[in-house]
């Protein structure tokens, strides 16, 4: 059975840090890259940052200098360190799994962002 296990959402003010983490488990196909999605209300699920196991990295714009995604390619463990948060990118984050044949999804973690 596959599971994701997502932590490290909470309440923040703005240019403070979270660090979210996923732990995945139960996937026997190779895993071509571990990630974050943000979703926001009545909107589309959108990259925020993503590692391949050439651990080539990609970020969305808005957040470039000051999300960095790492990944334990070992334990399957995707991490991304916040810093200086804005109330922007307050939403609920989804961690990703992308192998060969399937995407898998957290269940998300709420991150919110306000004075």
């Known amino acids: 059975q596959v599971q994701l296990v997502e932590s490290g959402g909470g309440l923040v003010q703005p240019g403070e840090s979270l660090r979210l983490s996923c732990a995945a488990s139960?996937?026997?196909?190779?895993?071509?890259?571990m990630g974050w999605y943000r979703q926001d209300p009545g909107k589309e699920r959108t990259l925020v940052a993503r590692?391949?196991?050439?651990?080539?990295?990609d970020y969305d714009d808005s957040v470039k200098g000051r999300f960095t995604v790492s990944r334990d390619i070992p334990n399957n463990i995707v991490t991304m360190q916040m810093n200086n948060l804005k109330p922007e990118d307050t939403g609920v984050y989804y961690c990703n799994v992308r192998t060969m044949y399937d995407d898998y999804w957290g269940q998300g973690t709420q991150v919110t962002v306000s004075s």
């Open positions: 590692i391949s196991g050439d651990r080539t990295e």
């Open positions: 139960g996937i026997r196909d190779t895993i071509y890259r």
